[in-house]
Structure formats: C-alpha cells, structure tokens
C-alpha cells in the first residue's frame, strides 16, 4: 500500500508565496508520476502539474510562469513551489502518485489534501 502525507498549506496574501510537499512511502516502483491537482467547491478537481521520475513536467496553462513542480526521487517527495498567487488559486490542493500496482495494472493514489487560501 502506498500512502501520501503532504504539508505546507495555509493562509497567505495576492502575491505571496507557499510551498507545498508531498512525501510517498510504501510499495513505489521507480518509474512513475507525481503531481498535484486542486479542487474547489463546487467545481471539478484539476491538474495543476505533474513530473514524471525523468523529470519531465506539465503544468495547467492558469499557473504556468507561477508554478514550479520537483522532486527528490530519493526522497520518494514530490514539492509545488507556487509564486505570485492569486484569491483564484485557493483550493484543497491534492498530492498524487501513478504508478503500477504489484499486478501491474495502472493505479493512482491520492493524498488527503491540503487547504490552501490566499486572502487580504
């Protein structure tokens, strides 16, 4: 079984700055895909970035030029260094893990979610 346990949400002002974490234990197979996604209520969960165990990233066009997503693969941790953020970009903020299960199949794990808000 794999778990994510992520931190660094919180309260913080337009323009400011936060740094999220997220950080896997369990069964992982080397290769695979970290990212995060976001949900507010009432609307669908979306992707705000992925990065893949090579080190390639994708990010949703609302946070591209803000956003920068990395990980430490000997960590097993994946972080969402989020710049200049704007009232639109609170949310929960969801830590996922795709990888394959020990049958082989494509499985993604999800993260319990941390609250991020950004308020005057």
């Known amino acids: 079984q794999v778990q994510l346990v992520e931190s660094g949400g919180g309260l913080v002002q337009p323009g400011g700055s936060l740094r999220l974490s997220c950080a896997a234990s369990?069964?992982?197979?080397?290769?695979?895909?970290m990212g995060w996604y976001r949900q507010t209520i009432g609307k669908q969960r979306e992707l705000v970035a992925t990065?893949?165990?090579?080190?390639?990233?994708n990010y949703a066009d609302s946070v591209k030029g803000r956003f920068t997503i990395s990980r430490d693969n000997t960590k097993n941790t994946v972080y969402l260094q989020m710049n200049s953020l704007k009232p639109e970009d609170t949310a929960v903020y969801y830590c996922t893990l795709d990888t394959k299960s020990r049958y082989g199949s494509d499985v993604r794990y999800w993260g319990q979610g941390t609250q991020v808000t950004v308020s005057s």
């Open positions: 369990g069964r992982i197979f080397s290769i695979n895909v």
């Open positions: 990065i893949s165990s090579g080190g390639s990233t």
